[in-house]
């Protein structure tokens, strides 16, 4: 089994990075192969034909996608498919090879332990429209805040990774020093404080930079095997 990881697909906006002139290795892997995307999938919009060709484009790769929720997804059809438990935790079965990990949940994929916490808030709400361009539920509730606590207290507050769509307080501030804190990066900076990780992985800010010192690194455009 093999394990990769990139950031932000947007729909039909940013999903080229995994086709097979970009990721050549994605020929070589299987159903039981997963790649996980970092938040903003995009292919759970609205229902009509892009939706459709997306996720058949998805299902025809040799792997299974995973993906966690960014800011921009329409969060009100993402969470009308049926909640599964799957791996250790709940998701979204979009279809049977396109997997949403939903928010506050701990899986074990392989010999490797992942806490994931979706969402993000959007910065210019002022120009979208509620229920069209974007969601209320693109924050996480108190509920799935505290469940991501219970969860990880389960596994003794120890996993390999950690998979958010943005960063912690201080990580933000260094990446884009105009963006606002707010509950989600206040709560990542804390889990990170709490917890034994090995990684963090993230995406939304549309760069590909490691954080040595923050053990993070932020994905946009590279695809990243993990335990390579």
């Not at 919009?45 to 060709?53: R, V």
């Not at 498919?81 to 074990?108: A, C, E």
């Not at 994931?116 to 361009?133: L, P, Q, W």
């Not at 990780?197 to 995406?203: C, L, N, S, T």
């Amino acid at each position: 089994m093999r394990l990769f990881v990139t950031g932000d697909t947007h729909g039909d906006i940013d999903f080229h990075k995994l086709n097979t002139k970009n990721f050549p290795e994605g020929r070589l892997l299987t159903k039981e192969d997963f790649v996980i995307i970092c938040g903003d999938f995009g292919a759970v919009w609205d229902g009509a034909k892009s939706d459709k060709y997306l996720q058949k484009w998805y299902n025809e790769k040799p792997w299974t996608t995973l993906f966690i929720d960014g800011n921009h997804e329409n969060h009100d059809l993402l969470n009308s498919y049926p909640v599964s438990d799957w791996n250790g935790g709940k998701v979204h079965f979009i279809t049977p090879s396109i997997i949403h990990l939903m928010r506050g949940q701990v899986y074990k994929i392989g010999d490797k332990t992942f806490f994931t916490m979706g969402g993000a808030e959007y910065h210019d709400k002022i120009y979208r429209k509620e229920g069209v361009s974007w969601w209320r539920r693109e924050m996480p509730s108190n509920d799935e805040y505290e469940e991501g606590i219970t969860n990880l207290n389960k596994v003794n507050n120890k996993v390999d990774y950690i998979l958010s769509h943005c960063a912690p307080d201080q990580l933000q501030k260094e990446i884009a020093y105009w963006y606002e804190h707010d509950k989600l990066t206040n709560y990542l900076k804390i889990i990170r404080q709490i917890i034994e990780f090995g990684w963090h992985y993230f995406g939304h800010y549309h760069i590909d930079k490691d954080f040595l010192n923050y053990k993070a690194t932020c994905l946009y455009n590279n695809i990243i095997e993990l335990g390579a």
